[in-house]
């Protein structure tokens, strides 16, 4: 059974600080890599993407994959009430008839004011 | 507008009255997908498609049918329903061949069987 583990949180930090929340997988094969936001009841919307060691950045948050340590991670800077959410990791493999998509089971991320 | 489109969005029933779920899907993706998400669990597979008339079990199946007789459309069944399916469930679709791109949800239905 593949698996992807994130910490449950809840992670809680002040307004303006950096937010960081990670996520390790266990199958060497992945070779992409998700971060979702999730609002309560709603439905999971795409933060970022990464398929390549290294970090990616995309305005305030940056993705960073390690694949020799099977670990992910997602930056949050200027942390606002705004990105009070779960963030969701997912982990792809394959292709084609083969693709397979795997979730953690979220960190719930607070942000105070 | 690329959407994935569920139906209803909230139900409540009763225990053993057949349902379905129906879920479309407008950008031509090959793959599909049904989750549940309960709390403390996360997102959990149920059963997902590759291609029209293709179908596969995926984490959680029991208690659950899909089909897939068109490519837009993936509906889930659930033949006799029981509290314990009661749950938050989500569609997802994928292009498929192109690994790299993110699923696309559907709103989510929300189920409570009584």
């Known amino acids: 059974q593949k698996e992807v583990e994130q910490n449950s949180g809840p992670l809680s930090v002040p307004e303006g600080a950096i937010a960081s929340l990670n996520c390790t997988y266990s199958d060497r094969g992945s070779q992409s890599f998700f971060w979702y936001r999730q609002y309560s009841g709603k439905s999971p919307e795409l933060i970022m993407f990464?398929?390549?060691?290294g970090d990616k950045e995309d305005g305030r948050f940056t993705a960073q994959l390690n694949k020799a340590s099977q670990y992910v991670s997602l930056l949050i800077r200027d942390s606002q009430p705004s990105d009070s959410a779960t963030y969701l990791c997912?982990?792809?493999?394959?292709?084609?008839?083969?693709?397979?998509?795997?979730f953690g089971k979220g960190t719930l991320l607070t942000v105070n004011p | 507008e690329a959407q994935v489109t569920q139906n209803p969005r909230y139900l409540i029933t009763v225990t053993g009255k057949k349902l379905t779920v129906t879920c479309s899907q407008n950008?031509?993706?090959?793959?599909m997908s049904w989750y549940r998400q309960d709390p403390g669990l996360g997102l959990r597979q149920i059963y997902y498609s590759m291609n029209v008339e293709v179908t596969d079990k995926g984490d959680v199946p029991e208690g659950y049918k899909v089909s897939r007789k068109e490519k837009r459309n993936f509906p889930l069944i659930l033949e006799s329903p029981s509290p314990n399916q009661t749950s938050l469930y989500f569609c997802a679709s994928h292009p498929g061949r192109i690994r790299n791109q993110p699923q696309h949800f559907g709103d989510g239905t929300r189920l409570s069987i009584l």
């Open positions: 990464i398929y390549s060691n």
């Open positions: 950008m031509n993706h090959e793959y």
């Open positions: 997912a982990v792809g493999e394959g292709g084609g008839s083969n693709y397979k998509l795997t």
